[in-house]
């Protein structure tokens, strides 16, 4: 059972670009979240997805980012238009339930240029 | 809103020392708290799950204690090693809306052989 899959690992963009980030959540779990890791800051929440919905998005900027969590494939983070200020680390975890043990990906690193 | 805090933010320790990590939160309405390494440049490893109902767990030379009352986890690190180098985050799961996982900013240790 693999675990976590993120890619790209690392992802530079230059400002005004579009970065795609995707996030295979480990075989049986249906719950995906995604998280932020700022330099020298904590992570932080940002979205918390099941197949095809949305469950809380409260973490997320309310501009240039979304998120999805289709019923085949990935689950993608975007954002638009970057900014320097997005660089940071990227992580998804997933869980089998949304209570129960969260497993993380090795994450995507951002780098806005 | 929940806050977690993790004392010391740095440690550095000489090989073979026992050590205590320490962590607090300011809402006692978990599910769970989950101890996580984190390797520079790399993801979250989880070392440790504790369910709200549960006093400690261990794992080796890990030892993990929850006081839920009182707002306090301590992760025990037996006779450490050089290869325990590495950033300890502490992270509780809240109850009830989206039951994301609130993470403090972490301990940062250095095993000197």
């Known amino acids: 059972n693999a675990g976590v899959m993120q890619n790209p690992r690392h992802l530079v963009r230059r400002r005004g670009q579009e970065a795609r980030l995707r996030c295979s959540p480990m075989?049986?779990?249906?719950?995906v979240y995604w998280y932020r890791q700022l330099p020298e800051e904590g992570l932080k929440f940002m979205v918390y997805?099941?197949?095809?919905?949305?469950?809380?998005e409260s973490g997320m900027p309310k501009e240039r980012f979304s998120a999805e969590f289709p019923k085949e494939g990935p689950s993608i983070l975007r954002i638009q238009q970057v900014v320097r200020g997005d660089s940071a680390a990227y992580f998804c975890?997933?869980?089998?339930?949304?209570?129960?043990?969260?497993?993380f990906g090795q994450g995507t690193r951002l780098t806005v240029v | 809103k929940q806050e977690v805090t993790q004392i010391p933010a740095a440690l550095s320790v000489p090989e073979g020392e026992n050590l205590v990590l320490n962590c607090s939160f300011t809402d006692s309405a978990i599910y769970n708290l989950q101890w996580f390494r984190q390797d520079p440049g790399k993801g979250l490893t989880s070392l440790l799950l504790?369910?709200?109902?549960?006093r400690e767990q261990t794992s080796g030379r890990l030892n993990a204690s929850l006081d839920k009352s009182s707002g306090r986890s301590t992760l025990y690190i037996a006779a450490s090693q050089p290869g325990d180098s590495a950033t300890y985050l502490c992270a509780v799961r809240l109850k009830g809306g989206s039951e994301k996982l609130v993470f403090g900013k972490g301990t940062k240790l250095t095993v000197n052989p």
């Open positions: 075989k049986g779990h249906s719950h």
């Open positions: 997805l099941q197949k095809e919905n949305i469950i809380d």
């Open positions: 975890a997933s869980s089998p339930l949304g209570h129960t043990e969260a497993f």
């Open positions: 504790i369910q709200s109902s549960q």
